[in-house]
């Protein structure tokens, strides 16, 4: 079989399956989706994301206070802040 030959019966292949799949499908039906998957998965996401957040807190751990300080070189001069926890 040559190309074009291939080509048109993959082509007439597709054309058979979209058409049968057209015509068993029902009649589409609109209906109100509701609220309470929704919702149910937003809180669910919220409180997963808020309590990974809430533990990797890099600011306070445990009992240290932690902060930014200023830092000075051997002459006296600022060269940037550097964090230290207290």
């Given at each position: 079989?040559?190309?074009?030959?291939k080509?048109?019966?993959?082509?007439?292949?597709?054309?058979t399956?979209?058409?049968?799949?057209?015509s068993t499908?029902?009649?589409?039906?609109?209906?109100?989706?509701?609220?309470?998957?929704?919702?149910?998965?937003?809180?669910?996401?919220?409180?997963?994301?808020?309590?990974?957040?809430?533990?990797?807190?890099?600011?306070?751990?445990?009992?240290?206070?932690?902060?930014?300080?200023?830092?000075?070189?051997?002459?006296?001069?600022?060269?940037?802040?550097?964090?230290?926890?207290?």
């Amino acid at each position: 079989m040559s190309v074009k030959t291939k080509i048109a019966a993959i082509a007439l292949a597709a054309l058979t399956v979209a058409g049968s799949v057209v015509s068993t499908t029902s009649q589409a039906e609109a209906k109100p989706l509701g609220w309470g998957w929704g919702v149910g998965a937003g809180i669910a996401t919220a409180a997963i994301v808020g309590s990974a957040i809430a533990a990797s807190d890099p600011y306070y751990n445990g009992y240290h206070r932690c902060g930014w300080v200023a830092q000075y070189n051997a002459f006296g001069r600022y060269v940037g802040r550097v964090r230290t926890c207290y």
